[in-house]
């Protein structure tokens, strides 16, 4: 048996539920460190794991060596392998794939197969090339123009080489396999500086050498690039004058800003009394160990101001800060007032960089080069290691927990990582979920308060209209009602800007047939596509999946459609219609694909450039327009039809957080609310902006019918393509299930099974769904009864055929 100099325990980035022991031979004694990857063997593959601390040998089975270590430094501080762990356990997610998508893409070393002929399979099958079949012709006359990897060999990405016919031309001594490293995708970005050399300039330097010399000098370094665009010979004379020495030419590591325009500094504000009690009390707990707080300030209460000055504390006693932000357009916003502040000490992660510049933010970060971190819910992995603060903006908003494969929530393990960290957290919110609101009353978070907006300006008046009352109305005047459009008469009048409101993009989205009445349907999805004018397309919102316009019925052939339903499109066409002179905007998703266009409809807003801006609900999100004087929410029913439990929550935020975005300049802001329910209690109490009013019904409802977060869910989502072993997957489950519970006093008290039954939306992108909630007021008896499940039952959780995914505090239970 082979001796090593130590064990280490490793986690691959594959689906298993265990971490494995390898040793470690003397050559890579000194360069495996916790934190970094290692190429390991798994099976007859080799794989990408990761380090995650010396162990003993477990065991006298031969262990497998670690083959190589693949980075010089460690990627993430040792100190988060404990959040890493507690992740994985909790949302019963492999480790390996926890830690993985806690990385920034394109680190990931891909083991790839590449076949080469060789000289004598060349000739070979040109003399037998008649007798070959089709696909190994194909594959020797791919193979004469040199080696290819596995992957491309069948030259089409829906095809494969069957592994027999490369074992047959193997086994011919025809071509030979080799197994090649391909490094990630990510390089590091490098540029030539020049700098005064250390001989002195002769006096007969012709003038162009001496233009360079001379801004070298002022400037004591400057990018060879830039002194090219000055000095179109400068990187010819450069070359020379460094053979001289009277430059030093040198190579130096770059950042790729991800910043577009430079940011004007700015200095604090005083506080006002309210924030400077807030700000006060956050600010004596920061560096004695883990605080959890809500904070709940109205909107324009001056919160992120609140956040700079804890952050400059935070940064003096020498520890890091984090802030996360529910989405991309308010990192932009919440970037510009840090970085207006804390300069370059700011670092962003978000989707919205390239794998390059998220690459290397990590590793500033990774360097402690940055002592703010600002990014959406995956920077909650942010590689800090000395975190005094971490801020959770708009923690209410569902955004922290949408996601693929691991369905985290990143509020939640944002107080977990605090908590491992002994770490302050902060979540703010003017309409804090009912879930932090609950944790508030039963002590689990301090709460503080912001009642007043800054400089006491007052919150908007809200004006409610009751959409029956309007019905028959015909075109535009049936969702821009009289009182909204003389609001935006008055409004634009004044050369203010106006907000609209409609959590529904498209332009109609319930189009039928007007002979027989059919609505037009999505052929992989239960649901009715949307017209989108625009594109010229019926498109459906689950899957994507779009008919061409015009369109025939599929039931009854060519027929007229009536475009019925509404969507932002539809209400920018009736803006126009009815405000020909005002510049009217659109934002939604479908404005919105192309990167960077976002900040460029925002940028425009605030540039005066946009009157009317038409949205969804990603303009209800914290942007601070001072122009924004009414809000006209077009139908605020819409979010109410969700089937959730969480609908009635979800449409209060939203409607206190779109009417938040009116009157925060000098000038006082208003409302219009049109809805079809003016007595449900979301709406009655968004109208007041009355948050207590809300929660206390709100709460009433949960507790009443033991929903979180007074009890705790977790879901198992059954899909397949075919519909029967959805369902048999779906009942055999359920029937495992029971077993269990009934197998156990403890699982009998405190585990209630409710379903399978199908999802409210049947099937999406062709595959049908069915759900089962496991409920429970205490977590640990719900989460061992899941495990006791999966154990139970594997093949059910490995079917070829359905696909069941285990949700942990599950959102969108549609
Ligand atoms: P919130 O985050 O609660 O929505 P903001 O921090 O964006 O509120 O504050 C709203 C506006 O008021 C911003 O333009 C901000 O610059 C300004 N502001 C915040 N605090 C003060 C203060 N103490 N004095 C003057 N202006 C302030
Ligand atoms: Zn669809």
Excluded at 466 to 494: C, E, N, S, W
Excluded at 523 to 543: F, K, P, Q, S
Excluded at 553 to 568: D, F
Aim: aromatic share 6%.
């Amino acid at each position: 048996m082979t001796t090593y100099s130590c064990h280490v325990d490793v986690a691959v980035a594959l689906p298993l539920d265990q971490t494995y022991t390898y040793g470690v031979p003397e050559s890579l004694a000194s360069s495996v460190m916790p934190g970094k990857r290692v190429l390991v063997p798994m099976g007859r593959r080799r794989v990408t794991g990761y380090v995650l601390g010396e162990t003993d040998c477990r065991g006298a089975y031969a262990v497998k060596r670690i083959l190589d270590v693949l980075d010089p430094v460690p990627l993430f501080p040792p100190g988060m392998i404990p959040f890493f762990k507690w992740v994985s356990e909790y949302y019963m997610h492999p480790l390996g794939e926890v830690i993985q998508s806690a990385l920034p893409g394109g680190l990931n070393v891909v083991d790839l197969v590449t076949v080469a002929a060789t000289p004598e399979g060349l000739a070979a099958a040109d003399v037998e090339f008649t007798h070959l079949s089709p696909l190994a012709r194909e594959v020797m006359t791919r193979l004469r123009s040199g080696p290819i990897r596995l992957r491309d060999l069948a030259g089409r990405a829906d095809r494969r080489v069957p592994a027999a016919l490369i074992q047959d031309l193997e086994d011919r001594g025809w071509l030979c396999r080799e197994r090649r490293l391909q490094g990630g995708a990510t390089r590091l970005r490098m540029e030539r500086f020049a700098a005064m050399g250390d001989q002195p300039a002769p006096p007969s330097l012709s003038r162009a050498r001496r233009e360079i010399l001379s801004m070298i000098e002022a400037r004591r370094e400057m990018p060879v690039g830039e002194l090219a665009g000055l000095v179109p010979t400068a990187p010819r004379l450069i070359r020379a004058m460094a053979d001289q020495g009277l430059v030093r030419v040198y190579e130096k590591r770059m950042y790729r800003d991800p910043f577009g325009e430079p940011i004007p500094p700015d200095e604090p504000r005083v506080l006002n009394s309210e924030q400077a009690a807030v700000a006060a009390e956050v600010g004596a707990a920061i560096g004695k160990g883990f605080c959890p707080y809500l904070l709940a300030g109205v909107t324009g209460s001056g919160k992120t101001e609140v956040y700079l000055h804890l952050a400059r504390k935070v940064i003096e006693t020498g520890l890091s800060v984090l802030v996360l932000v529910p989405e991309i357009a308010l990192i932009s916003q919440m970037e510009r007032r840090f970085r207006a502040r804390f300069g370059d000490a700011v670092a962003v992660l978000h989707s919205g960089l390239s794998s390059g510049e998220r690459y290397d933010q990590w590793l500033r970060i990774l360097n402690r080069e940055a002592a703010v971190v600002i990014g959406a819910r995956s920077a909650v992995f942010a590689p800090l290691d000395n975190a005094g603060l971490i801020i959770v903006d708009e923690e209410h908003d569902t955004s922290y927990k949408q996601g693929a494969d691991l369905l985290y929530n990143a509020r939640d393990i944002a107080v977990v990582r605090a908590k491992l960290s002994a770490a302050v957290v902060v979540l703010g919110s003017a309409t804090p979920s009912v879930h932090s609101c609950y944790n508030a009353r039963i002590g689990k978070l301090k709460e503080l308060r912001i009642r007043k907006r800054v400089e006491s300006r007052p919150l908007a008046e809200i004006t409610v209209v009751d959409l029956k009352k309007v019905q028959d109305a015909r075109g535009a005047r049936r969702y821009i009602t009289p009182v909204l459009h003389d609001a935006m008469k008055a409004a634009l009048g004044k050369n203010e800007q106006v907000l609209l409101f409609l959590n529904r993009r498209g332009f109609a989205s319930f189009p039928v047939c007007s002979s027989c009445g059919n609505a037009i349907r999505c052929a992989h999805c239960d649901i009715t596509l949307t017209y989108h004018r625009l594109a010229g397309v019926y498109r459906c919102h689950y899957c994507g999946y779009t008919r061409p316009v015009p369109s025939d019925c599929p039931a009854c052939g060519p027929s007229h459609i009536k475009l019925l339903g509404l969507g932002t499109e539809k209400v920018e066409a009736a803006v126009t219609a009815l405000f020909p002179g005002a510049r009217v905007a659109r934002m939604d998703r479908d404005t919105t694909t192309r990167k960077g266009s976002v900040v460029r409809i925002l940028k425009s807003l605030r540039k005066g450039a946009v009157d009317v801006l038409v949205g969804t609900q990603m303009v209800a999100k914290g942007h601070d327009f001072p122009n924004i004087t009414l809000v006209g929410v077009i139908c605020a029913d819409l979010s109410l039809s969700f089937p959730d439990f969480r609908a009635g929550e979800r449409t209060f935020q939203l409607l206190a957080q779109v009417a938040g975005r009116a009157g925060r300049g000098d000038a006082p802001g208003r409302v219009i609310l049109q809805t079809y329910t003016p007595d449900h209690f979301s709406i009655v109490a968004a109208a007041m902006q009355d948050y207590e009013a809300f929660y206390k019904v709100e709460i009433g409802f949960r507790r009443a019918l033991a929903y979180p977060p007074v009890s705790r869910i977790i879901q198992f989502k059954i899909s397949s393509v075919e519909q029967a072993a959805a369902r048999e997957v779906a009942e055999s489950l359920g029937g495992v299930c029971r077993e269990i519970r009934g197998g156990e006093e403890t699982y009998e008290k405190w585990v209630e099974i409710l379903g399978p039954v199908e999802a409210s939306i049947q099937r999406i992108a062709g595959r049908h769904r069915w759900q089962m909630l496991i409920k429970g007021r205490r977590v640990a008896p719900l989460r061992r009864f899941v495990r006791a499940v999966s154990a139970a039952a594997p093949a059910l959780f490995r079917h070829s055929k359905v696909r069941v995914v285990i949700d942990v505090d599950p959102f969108f239970m549609s």
